[in-house]
Each structure stands twice: as C-alpha cells, then as structure tokens.
C-alpha cells in the first residue's frame, strides 16, 4: 500500500497516518475518529476507510 495515498480528502489523512495509529494504540475505527477525524465530515469515505483500516489492522 502507499503510505502517501489520501483516503480522507476533508482532513488529508493518508495510509500512513492510520499505520501511526495503529502503531500508537488505535484497536478499532472509532479510534482513529476520535483522534485523528478521518471519515467525520463529509462521511463519503467513510465505508472505504473503515475497510483499509480493517486491513491494515490485520497485518
Ligand atoms: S472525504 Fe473523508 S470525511 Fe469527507
């Protein structure tokens, strides 16, 4: 995956930014909502980036 790719266009979170999280304690999406508010505006990525962090939380 592309660390620099940006999956939450209304606050420019990208691949990597998840991987921070989950490398700093984030278990589950509402995690990285709560922190860093991927997927809280607009909500339209909100499906897509709760199934990468899905994925990544798996590695
Ligand atoms: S694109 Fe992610 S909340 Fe709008």
New binding site residues.
Partial sequence: MDKEQVV????NVTIGDLVREIENGAKVFEDVQNTIK?????????MNVRDIFSKLIEL
């Fill in positions: 939450c266009r209304c606050t991927v997927g809280t505006r607009c909500k339209r990525c909100t």
